[in-house]
């Protein structure tokens, strides 16, 4: 079984994302900000990471960079959720490391367990 951890500190939208990637067959972690996130990351070694950007304490961006410059962490696939369209965030997160940029008000629960499936090559059905 795959394991997602789910770093989001809109907690309906975790609750959400937790409960219908569950659905979808994975198992889910759950970090409401990105200290508690980059501290689940290291310990639990999941498959794949949806990080939001705006969160208290530690933010999306912060996280990702420390993911990406830890041996143990920095083959970890990450997709960033977000309300920032703006351009110049989406480059710097895919310049940092992440494989996706996802705007949240673009995106339905069913396209983003689309994409998480597409990143780990699991077949979509």
Sequence with gaps: MKKILIVEDEIPL???L???LTREGF???EA???LVGLNVALEEH???IL???IMPGMDGMEMLEKL???PLSKNIPVILLSNLGDTSKILEGIEAGAESYLIKANVKLEDVVKI???KLGVNIA
């Design 51 to 53: 990080l939001d950007i």
């Design 18 to 20: 937790a409960d219908r």
């Design 46 to 48: 999941p498959d794949l």
């Design 68 to 70: 990406k410059v830890n």
């Design 14 to 16: 975790l609750k959400a």
């Design 27 to 29: 198992s889910t972690l």
């Design 32 to 34: 409401k900000d990105g």
């Design 116 to 118: 998480v499936k597409e």
